[in-house]
């Protein structure tokens, strides 16, 4: 694995496997309550591991969805809390 690695790389990891580790900028991909609760039956694990995601990034974390209803089911709580903290969201659409 080492032999794949550079300052400028862009590193893939599940958020279990970032555990420990810190990254100027997180980027989760398709964020969105089928996709990150659907395999977990428990929420509290669910929702443990989302905090290991988020709390690897030193400076910025970027969201992404590509479901116009992302924001529904039990991750809606999380997004309205990005609205109230003024959080900008960006339509690429």
């Given at each position: ?10 590193v893939?990891?599940t ?5 420990s ?18 395999h ?7 929702t ?12 910025r974390i970027?969201?992404?969805t ?13 997004f ?14």
């Amino acid at each position: 694995m080492k032999q794949f690695e550079c300052a400028d790389a862009v590193v893939l990891l599940t958020a279990y496997r970032s555990k420990s580790l810190e990254y100027h900028t997180v980027l989760f991909l398709g964020l969105d309550d089928q996709q990150w609760w659907a395999h977990d039956r428990d929420p509290i694990e669910s929702t443990s591991t989302f905090f290991v995601g988020l709390s690897r990034a030193a400076q910025r974390i970027i969201f992404t969805t590509t479901n116009p209803f992302a924001r529904a089911g039990r991750i809606a709580d999380f997004f309205a809390m990005l609205d109230d903290a003024g959080v900008p969201e960006v339509d690429q659409g």
